[in-house]
T-cell receptor, first 115, second 116 residues
Framework: DTGVSQNPRHKITKRGQNVTFRCDPI?????LYWYRQTLGQGPEFLTY????????KSRLLSDRFSAERPKGSFSTLEIQRTEQGDSAMYLC?????????????FGPGTRLTVT | GDSVTQMEGPVTLSEEAFLTINCTYT??????LFWYVQYPGEGLQLLLK?????DKGSNKGFEATYRKETTSFHLEKGSVQVSDSAVYFC???????????????FGSGTRLQVQP
């Protein structure tokens, strides 16, 4: 399978706990994006990497959130001290940084439920 | 900032009916425009795209034309099927500064329900 994969698919955690999600992009893609999607809404941009460099973070990405892409391949998104408002679907997408359209390919997402 | 506005759903149609889902956008630059589809229990899939004015994107019988003068990118299909039932998202990608991040800005989605 050469698509974008994300693990875990579902995570239930108690408020205050830390969680970490993983995204494996399409192998030749050098750009990786994280989005958050809440029920009934479209995805909202969180952050993106080109290779291992994190080039931009959205205002939605509070200090409790951190993302890494240590070798320019897979990426992790960590949420510290989770809050109920963090419950959402976390989506990862990847693309190439060339061409006109920069088409992004999405993974299946990690659904986080904070109780 | 950039924004995308879609018609609210759900849109309920009978099989073989004509579909239009309206999408308008606001962008500071010259964006690329996309329609993504999310089938029940699945991830977002790119349905079609257009990169410049008057471009028509098409795929699986769906079409959308990039209208710069009306800042619109309406999705159409001549004859819908039950299997088209899904949530449809309009999105734009605009170059930002020197980094050219091209992150997507999405609309809130429109749920389509097609009845046999």
């Amino acid at each position: 399978d050469t698509g974008v994969s994300q693990n875990p698919r579902h995570k239930i955690t108690k408020r205050g706990q830390n969680v970490t999600f993983r995204c494996d992009p399409i192998s030749e893609h050098n750009r990786l994006y994280w989005y958050r999607q809440t029920l009934g809404q479209g995805p909202e941009f969180l952050t993106y990497f080109q290779n291992e460099a994190q080039l931009e973070k959205s205002r939605l990405l509070s200090d409790r959130f951190s993302a890494e892409r240590p070798k320019g391949s897979f990426s992790t998104l960590e949420i510290q001290r989770t809050e109920q408002g963090d419950s959402a679907m976390y989506l990862c997408a990847s693309s190439l940084s060339r061409g006109l359209t920069y088409e992004q390919y999405f993974g299946p997402g990690t659904r986080l439920t904070v109780t | 900032g950039d924004s995308v506005t879609q018609m609210e759903g759900p849109v309920t149609l009978s099989e073989e009916a004509f579909l239009t889902i309206n999408c308008t956008y606001t962008a500071t630059g010259y964006p690329s425009l996309f329609w993504y589809v999310q089938y029940p229990g699945e991830g977002l899939q790119l349905l079609l795209k257009a990169t410049k004015a008057d471009d028509k994107g098409s795929n699986k019988g769906f079409e959308a034309t990039y209208r710069k003068e009306t800042t619109s990118f309406h999705l159409e299909k001549g004859s819908v099927q039950v299997s088209d039932s899904a949530v449809y998202f309009c999105a734009l990608s605009d170059q930002k500064g020197d980094t050219g991040r091209r992150a997507l800005t999405f609309g809130s989605g429109t749920r389509l329900q097609v009845q046999p």
